[in-house]
């Protein structure tokens, strides 16, 4: 069966340093999905980012990047210049054809609190 | 504005009683879902519908019913026989060929 884990329960940093929230994945399919969403204290999720694993290829989204690496089942997301308004719980997910693909639901980590103090 | 709506935002109700929480959408998704959130931990899969007057129990369907009638409405209806209703409850909603879901604000639900 699929699983997410997210090592890091909660993770503090000053603000302006650079942080790094690990993800890494099982799943038994070729292929699958990986996302990261964010929670803010209001509890919605936003979407953030999708990866497919055919795309290695690591993605920046100003100061967010994601460094996806097959070899070790990780997709880690580190933020740059970290802002107080990152402050927020992320979740990594995963979607893969065991499971039905995405309509049959994202099996999520339990996720890593990021405190970023001023 | 289109989106996912979520009502009511805080449920109190007594043990015993069963509530149904709302969920609607206006993104033209065929795919809704429901999950349950308990505190520390990760969003854990209750149902989820792909089409009109179709569902499937996901994780931990026990407890729960849903029904979709209408494209943008997945109501879903927490029972007396669940357990530890108490909980924080997210509808989500999805293309059929996309796979990024969307959430709602969330259901605070408080059952003593």
């Known amino acids: 069966a699929q699983k997410v884990t997210q090592a890091q329960t909660e993770i503090s940093v000053v603000e302006k340093e650079d942080v790094t929230l690990d993800c890494v994945y099982e799943t038994r399919d070729t292929t699958y999905y990986l996302f990261w969403y964010k929670q803010p204290p209001s509890g919605e999720l936003v979407f953030l980012i999708r990866r497919n694993s055919f795309d290695e290829q690591n993605e920046i989204s100003g100061r967010y990047s994601w460094n996806f690496q097959k070899s070790t089942s990780s997709f880690n997301f580190t933020i740059t210049a970290s802002q107080v308004v990152d402050s927020a719980v992320y979740f990594c997910?995963?979607?893969?054809?065991?499971?039905?693909?995405?309509?049959?639901?994202?099996?999520f980590g339990k996720g890593t609190h990021l405190i970023i103090q001023p | 504005d289109g989106g996912i709506t979520q009502s009511p935002k805080y449920l109190f109700r007594k043990e015993g009683q069963n509530v149904t929480l709302s969920c609607e959408q206006n993104?033209?998704?065929?795919?809704m879902y429901w999950y349950r959130q308990d505190p520390g931990q990760g969003l854990r899969l209750i149902y989820y519908?792909?089409?009109?007057?179709?569902?499937q129990k996901g994780d931990i369907a026990e407890g729960y019913s849903v029904s979709r009638e209408k494209k943008e409405s997945f109501p879903l209806t927490v029972t007396s026989a669940q357990k530890n209703p108490t909980a924080f409850y997210l509808c989500?909603?999805?293309?059929?060929?996309?796979?990024?879901?969307?959430f709602g604000p969330g259901t605070r639900l408080t059952v003593t």
């Open positions: 997910a995963l979607s893969d054809e065991y499971s039905g693909g995405g309509a049959d639901g994202l099996t």
């Open positions: 989500a909603s999805s293309t059929s060929r996309s796979y990024e879901q969307y």
């Open positions: 993104l033209n998704h065929d795919a």
């Open positions: 519908s792909q089409i009109v007057n179709d569902f």
